[in-house]
């Protein structure tokens, strides 16, 4: 034991450990009906990802769950995997063969999905291995992957059973186009940005009359699918144009004007030109009034040949500026205004997207969100925090059909064919036996349109999926609620009858110390790996949890990590003076009840009802606080008091059958404190666990039982007892360090008060360094004394002959004349209108506190003061 470094280095002890648990397969999980599973499935990040800060929290949440549960005696199962993420994947490998001189339209289908799994095989998946670095108990046996043989028939399996109920169809409706990746997107992958723009107007020459009505518009490229130009019924200043038509500019077609409550009458002329193919609201009001949809965009967001000649195969841009020069041109260009705008981009594409009518795949939703709706309202499915309930209800109660085709390649092929001659359509798991006189439909399914499985079938019998199925816990982003979350639910009910979790953990955004979202582009976002090195896993992993409060932002830096380290270092620092200790002492558990005094009551209790409410904490998904307790109760009780006092005791008796009582008890209370603090930190807890004693090969921490709350343990009379003692050893420590005493000084002290008992006495003599202590109700308090008051008890200090008492006079005279200066000051700045009306908020706030502390300070000052004199 004697080998124990001086000082944690996470560096040599994480990979040790880690390659040890895989060894030993201590994270795997089997079916036994003899125990009860507790089952969480990894939100399968893409196999594109690399590890964020986001992945830390989340997958920090999940693994402090799966370990706890693990050691209470549950059949704790995590499954691992990664999403296949069509979009993602498909643009990373056409730019990976692109640099390379090859055309994903040239090679073909068959080719391009060759190259997919080459670079899946060679990139994809990194994060899992990143993943690792952190410490997650995943049974990587387990893994799965979106597009492995069984989930892709499970995912084929699922829409052939819908197509059949008549759930699944096809038809032409308006959806997010995106001209990069050519495919449809979801209105969750579209990313709304402020741009600068204009709003054009432009005059539309009305048939038979010299009349001209004016139309804004944003997007004039737009203009050459236009098939009317609608009004607002109620507005006197259009009624009788209705009904008339327009010769459109450049087109040279006539198109109706139409009323239609849609339209704003404040918003620009009061007329709005239709065009029903690139607008989503356009394409409502077309259907009321049975119009014309004239397409004008080929998929890469090019002009067709629906438009004039001298306006085809164009950038839908360079369009614009065509059409805005034709127009001013014909004279039929009113006005130029500047106006501020949301425009939508792909996610993932990173280009503006297309409003765009298209044929597609859709999901009748209705059925589908009515039970998933109900099972949140009952609370058979419970998220955390609750205030996610009325969004997710908001979006189940306003939605539409779910458009699940895109038009990629890399994804799960909708499996239908179409004959090449009848045109008959055939929809099933295996394709049609002559094969040869069949199309199969092109689209590949929605990502999600796969992942809503996840939780049911990364399980790939029935016997595991009864077992591990419904799982316990999701843990997840809140923005993808309804991309996964709400669409999971509907899956579960649909195929499984059941939820598929029971609870879900919402966690925080990170943000940086300004509030702003951690990204790549505005370099803030910090390499986790790099954390890693540089502070260890464990102190990643606990500070993460630590300023994480449940539905708030998490404002995070890298310095912060300090926070984790510290804690470990202390955690070190007190496991090395105990297991140094051992060296000379020998333990014996027969002595464990030998020589207990209240100390030993007291740290017993302490830790039972510190494991108490860690249980409550963690029941409650109230994480943040669960990490809070613990590091009170390990840094406050166990380091700086426990440790403290069994040195005492250990240093200062003769007798070696007490110091073995003393360091047994000492070794078990510090093993159950490390079997509280290993869901939050595995690594450190592992080696020292490791240390206290000798293990057998394959046994771990993880694996051991995690205590177990025992009311009759806890005593309130010792934890009373203990207060007091720390209160007055604090109290004297205070007085030390106000007077500048010296520590080593041996100081007499008086104690006015009821009752002390011979242990409290010594222990108080021994800490607070004292010479003689007197104690009794009648105390009465010398000249020349500090003093501190205390709940039942006066604490005092003779102060003549341990400092100089003119000096300290002197002394304390000036800092009291130079906090009076200073309040002065900022005085004059509070009551100072101009100051506190113009300051921003948080410097008229610094001068409050700073205010106040002063206050504080002096007010002391001038008590020690009177006290000398």
């Known amino acids: 034991m004697n080998d124990i470094p001086k000082a944690y280095n996470p560096n040599e002890v994480e990979d040790k450990w880690y390659k040890y648990w895989e060894d030993n397969d201590l994270f795997g999980s089997e079916v036994n009906s003899d125990k009860e599973p507790y089952t969480i499935v990894i939100p399968p990040p893409n196999i594109t990802g690399m590890l964020t800060m986001g992945h830390i929290l989340n997958n920090t949440i999940q693994d402090v769950y799966i370990r706890y549960k693990r050691m209470q005696g549950f059949n704790a199962l995590w499954v691992p995997g990664t999403d296949h993420a069509s979009i993602a994947t498909e643009t990373k490998v056409v730019k990976f063969l692109s640099d390379q001189g090859i055309n994903k339209d040239e090679i073909g289908r068959e080719e391009f999905l060759k190259h997919c799994h080459v670079w899946k095989e060679k990139y994809g998946g990194i994060i899992t291995k990143q993943l690792r670095k952190l410490g997650v108990s995943c049974d990587w046996k387990r ?74 518009t944003t997007r004039p490229e737009t203009m050459l699918g236009d098939t009317a130009v609608a009004v607002n019924p109620k507005d006197n200043r259009f009624k009788d144009l209705i009904g008339k038509t327009i010769l459109l500019p450049i087109a040279n077609r006539e198109i109706p004007i139409i009323a239609d409550d849609y339209v704003d009458m404040e918003f620009g002329t009061g007329a709005v030109k239709i065009t029903p193919a ?128 895109r038009q990629l390649w890399w994804g799960h092929r909708i499996p239908v064919w179409y004959h090449k001659e009848n045109g008959q359509v055939y929809c099933e798991v295996d394709p049609p036996e002559d094969i040869e006189n069949w199309n199969q439909d092109e689209d590949v399914l929605d990502t999600w349109a796969s992942s809503w ?34 669409r999971m639910i509907m899956a579960g009910m649909k195929f499984m009858k059941d939820v598929p979790f029971k609870d879900v953990y919402f966690t925080s955004v990170i943000r940086d110390t300004q509030g702003r979202k951690m990204s790549k582009s505005l370099g803030n976002s910090p390499d986790p790996l790099d954390v890693i090195s540089e502070y260890g896993a464990d102190a990643l992993r606990f500070t993460i949890n630590y300023i994480a409060p449940l539905g708030q932002d998490v404002l995070f830096s890298t310095e912060k990590t300090e926070i984790g380290r510290n804690f470990a270092n202390k955690i070190w620092n007190a496991g090395r003076f105990l297991l140094m200790n051992m060296e000379n002492i020998k333990l014996d558990n027969n002595a464990f009840n030998g020589s207990v005094d209240f100390v030993d ?47 005492n005791r250990i240093y200062s008796s003769e007798e070696e059958e007490i110091k073995s009582a003393v360091l047994t008890r000492a070794i078990i209370q510090f093993e159950k404190m490390l079997q509280l603090v290993h869901p939050f930190m595995p690594f450190i807890t592992e080696e020292l666990w490791n240390r206290t004693r000798t293990r057998e090969e394959g046994s771990s921490i993880s694996v051991s039982h995690f205590p177990v709350f025992d009311k009759q343990k806890t005593n309130e009379s010792a934890e009373n007892k203990m207060m007091i003692l720390q209160d007055i050893i604090s109290g004297i420590r205070n007085i030390r360090g106000e007077m500048n005493i010296p520590p080593s000084k041996k100081i007499k002290t008086l104690l006015k008060t009821e009752t002390l008992e011979d242990d409290q ?62 309040l002065i000051g900022v005085d004059k700045k509070l009551t100072n209108e101009r100051f506190v009306n113009n300051a921003p908020a948080d410097v008229v706030e610094k001068e409050k506190t700073k205010k106040a502390d002063w206050e504080n300070s002096l007010a002391k000052l001038k008590t020690l003061l009177n006290d000398l004199s």
């Open 453 to 486: 499985l996840w939780a049911q079938d990364v399980f790939t019998s029935d016997e595991e999926q009864l077992y591990y199925y419904p799982t316990n816990l999701l843990v997840t982003a809140p923005d993808i609620i309804f991309f996964w979350v709400a």
């Open 278 to 405: 690139h607008d989503v609201n356009d394409y409502e009001i077309a259907q009321r009034h049975s119009l014309p949809m004239i397409n004008i965009f080929y998929p890469n967001a090019t002009t067709n040949t629906n438009v004039p000649a001298d306006y085809q195969n164009k950038d839908r841009y360079e369009v614009r500026k065509l059409v805005v020069a034709e127009f001013e041109k014909l004279g039929l260009l009113d006005k130029i205004e500047d106006y501020t705008n949301n425009v939508g981009y792909s996610e993932r594409g990173g280009v503006p997207i297309e409003p765009y009518l298209s044929e597609q795949w859709f999901l009748k939703m209705e059925e589908l969100s009515k039970s998933a709706l109900e099972v949140v309202k009952e609370g058979k499915i419970n998220f955390h925090p609750n205030h996610w309930v009325k969004t997710y209800e908001h979006w189940l109660e306003n939605i539409r059909d779910w458009c699940i085709s």
């Open 761 to 822: 006495i010594n222990y108080i003599k021994s800490l607070a360094k004292i010479e003689t202590l007197e104690f009794g109700k009648n105390i009465e308090k010398p000249k020349g004394s500090a003093s501190v008051v205390l709940k039942g008890c006066e604490i005092y200090v003779p102060l003549e002959g341990i400092i100089d008492l003119n000096i300290e006079k002197e002394r304390l005279t000036k800092e009291i004349t130079r906090l009076e200066g200073a």
């Open 601 to 647: 009551e007291w740290i017993e209790s302490r830790f039972q009802n510190t494991l108490n409410q860690i249980n409550t904490a963690l029941d409650k998904f109230e994480i943040n606080n669960a990490s809070k307790i613990i590091y009170s109760y390990v840094w406050n009780d166990f380091c700086d008091w426990y440790v403290e006092l069994t040195k």
């Open 143 to 216: 893994e799965r992957f979106t597009m492995d043989d069984h989930y892709y028939k499970k995912v084929i399996e699922a829409f052939v059973e819908l197509y059949k109920e008549g759930l699944i169809y096809r038809g032409y409706r308006m959806v997010n186009w995106c001209p990069a990746s050519k495919s449809a997107i979801s209105d969750e992958e579209v990313i709304y940005k402020q741009s600068q723009g204009n709003l054009w107007y432009f005059k539309y020459p009305v048939k038979d009359s010299d009349k001209f009505i004016v139309v804004a």
